[in-house]
T-cell receptor
Framework: ETGVTQTPRHLVMGMTNKKSLKCEQHLGHNAMYWYKQSAKKPLELMFVYNFKEQTENNSVPSRFSPECPNSSHLFLHLHTLQPEDSALYLC????????????FGPGTRLTVL | AQKVTQAQTEISVVEKEDVTLDCVYETRDTTYYLFWYKQPPSGELVFLIRRNSFDEQNEISGRYSWNFQKSTSSFNFTITASQVVDSAVYFCALSEEAYGLTGANSKLTFGKGITLSVRP
C-alpha cells in the first residue's frame, strides 16, 4: 500500500448505529487530519493530530470521536449520527510544520439514513 | 479569520482552450502558504502546488501556471491547452500557522472549489 488509504470507501448507516472510519498513511508523516466535504460546501477541517496528540477540534459535535493510536493510523468513531452528517469524509497526512502539503486519501462516502 | 474565495463555481470549455481559475484570499498572517488541489471524480484530492507568502515568482509546470500577486491577494491558476482529463473540481487553500504541545502543523482553509468541465 502506498500513500493514504481509507476504509470503507462507502458506508450506509442508521441513526442509531455505531461505526468507525479508518485511515492509514504509509508516508512516514507525523500529522493526520479529518475533513468533511458536504455538497456545495467547502471542505471543513474536523480534527488535527500531531504526533498522536490532538491539536485541533474544530467545534465538531461529540457524536464524532477521533482516535489516533499512532502516527500512521487515524480513526473516526461515529455514533448517533444525523442525516445531515451524510458527506464525504477525507483523511489527510503531512509532515509536521506549517506550510506542509497534505496528502489525501480517497475518502469514505457516508450516508446516514 | 482566514478566508478563501473562489468566485467561479462552474466553468465549461472546449478542449485546447486556455482557462484561468481565480482565487482570492484573506489573512492577517505575514507568513502563510497557498495551495491548489485537484479533485477528480474519484474523490481523492491531488496536490498541485504550494507557494509561500515570500515568493511571488510565477510558476509554470507543463500546461499549468500560477500567478501569485500579494498586492491583490490573489493566486490564480491557468491551464493552457486544456484536455478532457483536466475535468475536475479545483480547490484553492490557505495554510494557517497552528501550534500545539507537540509542534506546528498545517491547518488549511479551503475555497468552495471550481468545477471545470472540458468538452472534447
Amino acid at each position: 500500500e502506498t500513500g493514504v488509504t481509507q476504509t470503507p470507501r462507502h458506508l450506509v448507516m442508521g441513526m442509531t448505529n455505531k461505526k468507525s472510519l479508518k485511515c492509514e498513511q504509509h508516508l512516514g508523516h507525523n500529522a493526520m487530519y479529518w475533513y468533511k466535504q458536504s455538497a456545495k460546501k467547502p471542505l471543513e477541517l474536523m480534527f488535527v493530530y500531531n504526533f498522536k496528540e490532538q491539536t485541533e477540534n474544530n467545534s465538531v459535535p461529540s457524536r464524532f470521536s477521533p482516535e489516533c493510536p499512532n502516527s500512521s493510523h487515524l480513526f473516526l468513531h461515529l455514533h448517533t449520527l444525523q442525516p445531515e452528517d451524510s458527506a464525504l469524509y477525507l483523511c489527510a497526512s503531512s509532515q509536521e510544520g506549517t506550510g506542509a502539503e497534505q496528502f489525501f486519501g480517497p475518502g469514505t462516502r457516508l450516508t446516514v439514513l | 479569520a482566514q478566508k478563501v474565495t473562489q468566485a467561479q463555481t462552474e466553468i465549461s470549455v472546449v478542449e485546447k482552450e486556455d482557462v484561468t481559475l481565480d482565487c482570492v484570499y484573506e489573512t492577517r498572517d505575514t507568513t502563510y502558504y497557498l495551495f491548489w488541489y485537484k479533485q477528480p471524480p474519484s474523490g481523492e484530492l491531488v496536490f498541485l502546488i504550494r507557494r509561500n507568502s515570500f515568493d511571488e515568482q510565477n510558476e509554470i509546470s507543463g500546461r499549468y501556471s500560477w500567478n501569485f500577486q500579494k498586492s491583490t491577494s490573489s493566486f490564480n491558476f491557468t491551464i493552457t491547452a486544456s484536455q478532457v482529463v483536466d475535468s475536475a473540481v479545483y480547490f484553492c487553500a490557505l495554510s494557517e500557522e497552528a501550534y500545539g504541545l507537540t509542534g506546528a502543523n498545517s491547518k488549511l482553509t479551503f475555497g468552495k472549489g471550481i468545477t471545470l468541465s472540458v468538452r472534447p
